[in-house]
């Protein structure tokens, strides 16, 4: 996987347009100024904890003596759990704030931006290659900057594609990162064939 690769595979996971109306849920009664505040601190504090998982996932698998295959095949059925919920959502807000209260960390940054998938694919991505963090670190970068730019623009976004659009772009994204988690889940599962049968 390349450098791109990685990073269209990260933002959608993020999935920033699917996030989009919970965003504007949450911030909705805030005063706009103090709106532009909070997200600019949500992103930042996701990207701090995007690195840190990006950085040490590898030590967290060593500490647990966790086989690469087991990562592989468990990153894609990750993924694949999350594309289908992209394709098929789930009724109602998970943003779990009340109405007023200004969010911290909890639902914005984590898990909407920093969310259980897309750490789970930063830890994938250092134990498949921990030579190239550098080129991770760039698609983790990239994909960051993507998602930062659909939030900050949030309402020209809502009001181009409307509620249908979303949903729509948001079923497409699914149906992408279906194919990337089947192909995940082959390669992990073909690798620990090919390691069992060596030995």
């Given at each position: 996987?390349?450098?791109?690769?990685?990073?269209?595979?990260?933002?959608?996971?993020?999935?920033?347009?699917?996030?989009?109306?919970?965003?504007?849920?949450?911030?909705?009664?805030?005063?706009?100024?103090?709106?532009?505040?909070?997200?600019?601190?949500?992103?930042?504090?996701?990207?701090?904890?995007?690195?840190?998982?990006?950085?040490?996932?590898?030590?967290?698998?060593?500490?647990?003596?966790?086989?690469?295959?087991?990562?592989?095949?468990?990153?894609?059925?990750?993924?694949?759990?999350?594309?289908?919920?992209?394709?098929?959502?789930?009724?109602?807000?998970?943003?779990?704030?009340?109405?007023?209260?200004?969010?911290?960390?909890?639902?914005?940054?984590?898990?909407?931006?920093?969310?259980?998938?897309?750490?789970?694919?930063?830890?994938?991505?250092?134990?498949?290659?921990?030579?190239?963090?550098?080129?991770?670190?760039?698609?983790?970068?990239?994909?960051?900057?993507?998602?930062?730019?659909?939030?900050?623009?949030?309402?020209?976004?809502?009001r181009l594609l409307g509620e249908k659009g979303l949903a729509a772009v948001?079923?497409?994204?699914?149906?992408?990162?279906?194919?990337?988690?089947?192909?995940?889940?082959?390669?992990?599962?073909?690798?620990?064939?090919?390691?069992?049968?060596?030995?």
């Amino acid at each position: 996987m390349d450098i791109w690769s990685a990073a269209v595979m990260l933002i959608l996971i993020m999935d920033p347009l699917g996030n989009l109306p919970i965003f504007m849920s949450v911030l909705k009664s805030i005063e706009p100024r103090r709106r532009r505040f909070i997200l600019v601190r949500e992103l930042l504090l996701a990207l701090i904890i995007l690195f840190i998982f990006l950085y040490s996932g590898q030590a967290v698998l060593d500490f647990l003596n966790v086989r690469q295959e087991s990562v592989s095949i468990a990153g894609g059925i990750i993924l694949f759990l999350i594309a289908i919920r992209m394709i098929f959502p789930q009724a109602g807000n998970p943003s779990g704030v009340a109405v007023g209260e200004e969010p911290f960390i909890v639902p914005l940054a984590i898990p909407l931006i920093a969310g259980p998938s897309t750490l789970a694919a930063l830890i994938l991505l250092s134990n498949q290659h921990p030579d190239r963090m550098t080129d991770w670190a760039i698609a983790l970068g990239a994909a960051w900057a993507v998602s930062a730019v659909i939030l900050f623009f949030s309402g020209a976004f809502h009001r181009l594609l409307g509620e249908k659009g979303l949903a729509a772009v948001e079923r497409l994204m699914g149906m992408i990162l279906i194919m990337i988690a089947i192909q995940m889940l082959l390669d992990g599962v073909g690798n620990y064939i090919a390691t069992t049968t060596a030995g």
